[in-house]
């Protein structure tokens, strides 16, 4: 008998490889593709055994509130990718920006966050923390010295995103983590517009990262999902027992849904991104587009940073058109390939104006200050063949 073949530790793995093989648990049966445990529960062969479970001193699962084989993997394969030490999923990208933040403060602490925020991360911010005694300041995150002017002794941690939406503003990741450790507190980054594969905050210096794995993870626009990656220190002190205890676990089914996807995440962001610079290229010559807001361009104002930070310029770009909004809804609305939708990093292309959407919300002078203007547009690239996608707003740009 040959003796068994030999795994590898999968911390010497590369990312392609990683994202197929990290973090299975295989069961007796030997499958291939990782089997889905749609389990609520799970059978203690004593009441010894039960006893020990719950005093951490034996391992095994207890309840799918807390853990579950499928979420497990997903779990440990994003943790080897992020080269974090832990990881935690999440029902949603706002169930993990909710508890990354609400984990690790209490009344009397105060938070820094970049204005350019998603909207819902901005309602967190702006509106749930204050109503439990957190104070929050809003800076412009490009700006460092508002970081430095706005921490204070009691600042528990700071909270920002980049690429930004809509307008794919970058922050210097390092520098805020610097300014933001100077002053004792934590910096919580959400990677959701820049991808895994194309920006590791943890490695910048950040020690939270949060994703909405609905984004790039899932990446065929079928099942929400989030997931918080940090170390075991920061998982343990602010994050296991707030989501246990509150509940917003990630279902097994959209768990597997995720882990099947991440599989092919590294083969399907680097079309989309490879297609979005040559999108980004062809618009930024059209006689009909005045900008094109692309962090893979020389002529994006924070081009260095992103060059420094990012390993590529991402799947996301936006861009501003000659007119208003009269103008850019003739525009989205001529169009027959590319979809209009809010979402993003879906395998379809997506258009959405975030004046009227996204950004509806805010006043007038926030939209301003953020560069949101009438003939703004927000394009998500998706995988389909780019000479198709020119074809189609070179048609609709008349
Ligand atoms: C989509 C998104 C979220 C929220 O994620 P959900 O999965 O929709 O809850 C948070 N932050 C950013 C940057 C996002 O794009």
Request: with cysteine; aromatic share 6%; glycine share 8%.
């Amino acid at each position: 008998m040959p003796s068994p073949r030999k795994s590898r530790d999968p911390k010497t793995l590369r990312p392609a490889t990683v994202l197929v093989h990290g973090g299975s648990l295989r069961s007796q049966f030997d499958e291939t593709s990782e089997a889905m445990f749609l389990t609520q529960g799970y059978l203690y062969d004593t009441m010894e055994i039960a006893e020990a479970r719950f005093k951490g001193e034996a391992p095994g699962f207890i309840y799918s509130r807390f853990s579950n084989p499928t979420v497990a993997m997903f779990e440990q394969r994003m943790a080897l990718l992020e080269g974090a030490q832990a990881a935690r999923a999440t029902a949603s990208g706002m169930a993990a920006v909710t508890a990354a933040l609400m984990g690790q403060v209490k009344a009397g602490d105060h938070v820094v966050a970049a204005r350019a925020l998603f909207g819902s991360c901005l309602y967190v911010v702006e509106e749930l923390l204050p109503r439990f005694g957190v104070e929050t300041t809003l800076v412009d995150g490009a700006d460092l010295d508002a970081w430095a002017k706005a921490m204070r002794p009691n600042t528990r941690t700071a909270f920002l995103e980049s690429p930004t939406n809509p307008t794919l503003e970058v922050i210097d990741i390092a520098a805020v983590a610097q300014i933001v450790h100077k002053g004792g507190a934590t910096l919580v980054v959400d990677n959701a517009f820049a991808s895994p594969m194309t920006q590791k905050p943890l490695a910048l210096g950040a020690d939270c990262t949060v994703y909405s794995a609905t984004k790039h993870i899932d990446g065929q626009g079928r099942t929400l999902g989030g997931v918080i990656l940090a170390s075991e220190a920061f998982i343990a002190t602010h994050i296991h027992n707030f989501l246990r205890q509150t509940g917003p676990c990630l279902s097994p089914f959209n768990a597997w849904v995720m882990l099947k996807s991440l599989e092919t995440m590294p083969v399907r962001v680097a079309a989309q991104q490879r297609s979005a610079e040559r999108i980004a290229q062809y618009l930024s010559v059209h006689p009909r587009v005045k900008r094109v807001f692309y962090p893979g361009r020389a002529d994006h104002p924070q081009y260095e940073i992103a060059a420094k930070q990012m390993s590529g310029g991402g799947t996301m770009l936006a861009f501003e058109i000659l007119g208003g909004k009269k103008e850019a809804f003739a525009f989205a609305n001529a169009l027959s390939i590319i979809g209009i939708s809010n979402n993003l990093g879906d395998a379809k292309s997506l258009i959405t104006h975030p004046e009227t959407t996204t950004h509806q919300r805010l006043k007038p002078e926030q939209r301003a200050a953020l560069g949101i203007g009438p003939g703004l547009l927000r394009l998500s690239v998706g995988l389909e063949d780019v000479e198709d996608l020119c074809e189609d707003l070179a048609r609709a740009l008349g």
